[in-house]
């Protein structure tokens, strides 16, 4: 506020000074040469409306100047102020509608002309020199009236800016105003020389002649304008070029946040490492350009194998190796003016031949791509990675120098190694801020767009035929199989069901690798089952047992490798009829790997032979992962939801199975007014089995027991374990009569399949009960049922028997072995 105020303060005091020298002047006007004035005048103010002035880099110097001092020179002093003051005028109108001035503004700018032209005025009429100088009187005089003019016209220009600013005055004056004071002197020397020419010709001939004399150069200036304005905007169209470059190289390296300072070290170290080397200007272009495009073909690299934390697989490491001939491809399309695309193609060429993916040797390898290969090792080896921490710096020098005549050009190494605590100090210092996307944001509103959306899978440009370049299906290739991959991670761990998980599995899998069948086998013990199998011939696929080391898929679990392009035919019992055809011609096998080894095995099949690539190869060795750990997890969470409801020795219902399904089936008697059955089984002196000869093979004769019980009921019957020897049987939509024959044939089949597997003479007491007749809900007819097989067991000779030999058995504590019949 303070300098705008004192600021304001001397512009009045400039104008007020200003008019104090140019009213009296105007009071005392009157022209000698009417005609010659107006003259002047007209030119003068030609030249200020149009704004003819001698432009220089440091600003401009008006041509009505000239006029002002060839009218000081050869008519009066009060023409002079008039001229001054209306073409000074005329030219700031001129301006003020570009640069806003205010009439401030213009009469600050009469002001100081007025000051000007009493100055130099004063030199040119009031200082005479001795008359021995009189042949250089006329030339210092003019040299005199020029800086005089420049002074006083300059001098309040500079102190208004210096007020305005805050600069010094002198700074402002020396860096902003000095520059002119030749070009002032000049046009006091021009106007001396039209005085003589004046004097000699008369005016009409000089005046006609500086018009002539101007065109020319006028024109001249105005093509060298024109040459300059071309070369500033190609360099601008340059510098715009290596911007967009710099930015779309950010943008593909914004990916990976924690390497941003990759692009600015690698440039930094490569455009030192070219000029030391004696690279020309368009060499050191094109490296420039690629330094900071040469991981473009990664667009091309699935994200997850450019991201891993780990060692790549032989597969993924054939996928990353794509990336230097997608990014020429890429950049051919530019069409530099300078070879980008040999040095992008080039970069990962080794010195020795045995680099990629032209295996060039030595010389033949581009200077540029050798510089570039160097570089980003280097900094490769000196950043952090997924993978690793960053080397020492001294480190990765020491692992470029090692590999020196091998990976690297000898000489760019050197330079390296003598260099690089001044390059990375430089890379340092030149350093920018890392450029960061916004990713996580979510965009509320917005309608639907015009065309709605899409309720089904549309085609893709390339099964509609369109034929889009190779590095373009490479780039949207590795788009869809990151966006494919990350909608499988996320199914696979949703559900706990492997039913529901391998069905989602094959709907989002066959989007990624192409397949006409697939099979998902699951170890147990040395026999693969196939847990899910869907396309053609499933009937085939799913009856498979496969074991282990034989067939495709055997082999594939037997040595926990995969196979690609494998005969599906030589799966064991897939076509065991020689008659059969199948049209499935190829395989892709890949075992499914746990914590224990290998749970299983995934198998595509494809009625194309050799349908399969590396890049499908890796594409499932990635799913196989994820795949293994939700089959494990799927599988003990199978394994934990049937111990809850079967009982683990016979398979067979537990006690609450048993019930749910006891109050279901007498829900259904009720509603259809049906009857049922519910017989309770319990072995006769079972004990004494278990002491005489052990819990295992007391167990074993439980297994057979349950086994006889089940494959002696009806299909839709229930047989269930409700703990120890005790075993209960629900048979529905049978009466009385016929239940009892059923449980007769039941105890006559335990009887005779316990004596054939074990020798042991078994009985078994059962009671029945009946629903509505002896119980109207579960507990009433169990308690009856129960209480019967009690009886039951109680009044059985044979029970009596055993009984009794038992007990001989225990006094005679001699003996070898227990009877055999009990």
């Not at 006029?67 to 001054?84: D, G, H, N, R, W």
């Not at 005055?169 to 070009?183: E, G, L």
């Not at 809850?644 to 749910?660: G, I, K, V």
């Not at 279901?664 to 089995?689: P, S, Y």
Request: proline share 4%; charged share 25%; glycine share 6%.
């Amino acid at each position: 506020m303070e300098k705008s105020v004192v600021s304001n303060a001397y512009v009045r005091l400039v104008i007020l000074m200003g008019a104090a020298v140019l009213l009296p002047q105007l009071a005392q006007w009157k022209s000698t040469d009417g005609l010659q004035y107006l003259s002047y005048m007209l030119l003068a103010v030609l030249a200020g409306c149009f704004q003819v002035e001698y432009r220089t880099e440091q600003g401009r110097f008006p041509l009505s100047t000239l006029f002002v001092m060839i009218t000081m020179k050869t008519l009066s002093t009060p023409e002079a102020f008039l001229l001054a003051a209306i073409s000074t005028a005329a030219e700031a109108v001129n301006r003020q509608s570009e640069h806003r001035r205010s009439m401030t503004d213009i009469s600050f700018a009469v002001a100081s002309v007025s000051i000007a032209v009493g100055l130099s005025d004063f030199a040119m009429r009031g200082i005479y020199l001795p008359m021995h100088l009189s042949q250089l009187n006329s030339a210092l005089q003019a040299a005199l009236v020029g800086m005089t003019f420049f002074v006083g016209i300059s001098f309040p220009q500079a102190m208004k800016e210096a007020l305005e600013t805050g600069e010094k005055m002198a700074h402002v004056w020396k860096h902003k105003q000095f520059w002119a004071v030749p070009y002032y002197v000049a046009a006091a020397l021009v106007a001396s020389l039209f005085d003589v020419a004046r004097m000699s010709v008369g005016w009409q001939i000089p005046v006609l002649v500086l018009p002539v004399v101007f065109l020319p150069y006028r024109a001249y200036r105005l093509y060298m304008e024109r040459i300059e304005g071309s070369l500033v905007h190609a360099e601008e169209m340059a510098s715009l070029h290596l911007r967009t470059i710099e930015a779309l190289a950010l943008a593909i390296d914004a990916k990976d946040e924690t390497t941003h300072e990759h692009l600015q070290r690698v440039q930094v170290y490569a455009m030192e490492l070219g000029k030391e080397l004696g690279l020309n200007r368009e060499q050191l272009e094109a490296l420039r350009a690629a330094s900071l495009l040469h991981d473009i073909g990664k667009l091309a690299v699935p994200e997850h194998i450019i991201s891993k934390p780990g060692k790549l697989t032989p597969e993924e490491f054939e996928k990353m190796k794509i990336h230097p001939v997608v990014g020429a491809e890429i950049l051919e399309r530019v069409r530099f003016p300078y070879p980008v695309v040999p040095i992008v193609r080039s970069h990962h060429e080794r010195w020795d031949g045995n680099g990629y993916p032209d295996r060039l040797k030595g010389e033949e390898i581009p200077i540029g791509s050798r510089i570039l290969a160097a570089v980003d090792c280097l900094d490769a080896l000196a950043s952090d990675r997924q993978y690793r921490k960053a080397m020492p710096l001294d480190q990765a020098i020491g692992v470029l120098v090692r590999d020196a005549g091998t990976a690297f050009d000898p000489r760019v190494v050197e330079i390296l190694a003598r260099r690089y605590v001044e390059l990375e100090s430089k890379a340092r210092t030149n350093s920018t801020e890392p450029l960061k996307l916004t990713k996580d944001v979510v965009i509320h509103g917005g309608s639907a767009p015009a065309a709605g959306f899409e309720k089904s899978e549309s085609k893709t440009r390339a099964e509609e035929g369109f034929n889009q370049p190779d590095f373009l299906a490479l780039i949207a290739a590795a788009r869809q199989e990151a966006h494919g991959l990350f909608e499988l991670a996320q199914d696979l761990g949703s559900s706990l069901s492997l039913d529901e998980t391998l069905s989602v599995l094959s709907v989002r899998l066959k989007r990624i690798v192409p397949f006409d069948s697939m099979a998902v086998y699951v170890r147990r013990e040395q026999v693969l089952m196939p847990e899910f199998v869907s396309g053609e011939n499933f009937r085939l696929f799913a009856s498979l047992q496969i074991p282990m080391g034989e067939g495709l898929s055997g082999w594939v679990a037997e040595n926990a490798k995969p196979i690609v392009n494998g005969n599906p035919t030589v799966e064991p019992g897939y076509l065991n009829d020689t008659t059969k055809f199948s049209t499935l011609r190829s395989a892709l096998a890949v075992p499914l790997h746990g914590m224990n080894g290998v749970v299983g095995v995934i198998a595509l099949y494809h009625t194309e032979r050799d349908a399969y690539t590396k890049d499908h190869l890796r594409v499932l060795q990635v799913v196989s992962s994820k795949l293994s750990l939700a089959i494990e997890n799927a599988l003990k969470y199978r394994q934990a939801e049937s111990s809850a409801t079967t009982d683990y020795l016979t398979q067979l219902p537990n006690a609450r199975s048993l019930f749910l399904h006891l109050d279901a089936e007498l829900a259904r008697a009720r509603r259809e007014q049906g009857e049922l059955t519910v017989a309770v089984c319990d072995l006769d002196n079972f004990k004494q089995i278990n002491d005489q000869y052990g819990h295992l093979e007391g167990n074993r004769v439980l297994r057979i027991v349950a086994l006889t019980l089940r494959n002696n009921c009806r299909e839709y019957d229930y047989v269930g374990r409700m703990g120890g020897d005790e075993f209960v049987v629900v048979m529905g939509r049978m009466d009385a009569n016929d239940a009892a024959t059923r449980i007769e044939q039941m105890r006559r089949a335990v009887l005779e399949e316990t004596r054939l597997q074990t020798g042991l003479d078994l009985t078994v007491s059962i009671g029945t009960a009946t629903f509505p007749k002896d119980g109207a809900d579960a507990e009433d007819l169990l308690t009856t049922a129960d209480r019967l097989m009690y009886a039951a067991k109680q009044a059985s000779p044979a029970r009596l028997k055993a009984q009794q030999r038992w007990e001989q058995w225990k006094e005679a504590s001699g003996q070898a072995e227990a009877p055999a019949v009990l």
